[in-house]
């Protein structure tokens, strides 16, 4: 079955979601050079992102201490309901590929450069 696209802007670059059903969803997410997603976490909804372009920062939390990582492209980080992250493209585009559960709308935003904390607005 053939399906459209639904490209998603938001204010660091954008999501083009290519599947979602019960099971599964999957997106490619384009991070513009200097911007940054928010610092948030999910309820339910358990991902795992993979490099394709670019080099991807990622902010995550263990035992309450912040780590900062870099993924090149080919490395994947998975990431659990509950776990606190933020993605980010520093010097250069970044896209990557996630493929997670289906509730696209469970965001816990921490922290916002755009102001958008608290909600699940693009």
């Known amino acids: 079955m053939k399906t459209t696209d639904r490209i998603v802007k938001k204010p660091w670059g954008s999501e083009r979601i290519f599947a979602v059903n019960s099971r599964y969803a999957g997106k490619l997410i384009s991070i513009l050079a200097g911007q940054t997603l928010s610092y948030q976490y999910h309820r339910a909804k358990e991902e795992t992102i993979h490099v394709l372009s670019g080099t991807l920062g990622m902010e995550t939390e263990s035992n309450g201490e912040r780590i900062l ?26 896209l990557v590929v996630e493929v997670s559960s289906p509730e696209l709308d469970d965001v816990v935003r921490l922290e916002d450069r755009y102001g958008r904390e608290g909600t699940t607005q693009p």
């Open 69 to 94: 990582l870099a993924l090149a492209p080919g490395e994947t980080f998975h990431v659990m309901p509950g776990t606190r992250h933020r993605m980010f493209a520093e010097g250069e585009d970044v």
